[in-house]
């Protein structure tokens, strides 16, 4: 279970509003001056990110908590997000450029067109995966435990 520290900022349900404060390692690495990440953090800041979770038990506005995620199931979700679009961008560019050859073409045109139609497809097939696990209780993460103060 990966977990993350946040504060209820609405209830609607089974669900609350939480805010979260992006964390950075920053700091206690030995290259933090050199390090690219440092300088985008500065540049960029501490920004607060705001989700909906599911919550097991009443909580109220302005409570501290923990909420987690399980692991596997982030993992899916970063392989659809990441993985699928670019798998099928590669998937259409070599059926672009098979193509291209089957028909004795020149140029690129053809693997360009089949891999901006990859990328369209794996976009379109991210959009239904993310719909049907929008409410799927197994992505959802979850309030863990209060946090004392």
């Known amino acids: 279970m990966i977990e ?76 659809a997000v990441y993985a699928a679009p670019l798998a099928a961008l590669l998937a259409g560019a070599v059926v672009g450029d098979l193509l291209s050859r089957h028909w004795l073409l020149t140029g690129e045109t053809l693997t360009l067109v089949g891999g901006i139609g990859g990328l369209l497809a794996g976009l379109w097939w991210l959009k239904g995966f993310t719909r049907r696990i929008r409410n799927d209780r197994r992505y959802q993460p979850v309030i863990l435990r209060r946090l004392p103060g």
């Open 4 to 79: 993350e520290s946040a504060q209820v900022i609405s209830t609607e349900g089974d669900f609350v509003w939480v805010e979260t404060q992006r964390k950075s390692t920053c700091g206690g690495c030995a290259a933090n001056q050199a390090c690219g990440t440092s300088v985008l953090e500065k540049v960029l800041g501490r920004r607060r990110t705001r989700m909906r979770v599911l919550s097991r038990e009443a909580v109220r506005v302005g409570e501290r908590v923990v909420i987690g995620i399980e692991e596997s199931a982030l993992i899916r979700g970063s392989l």
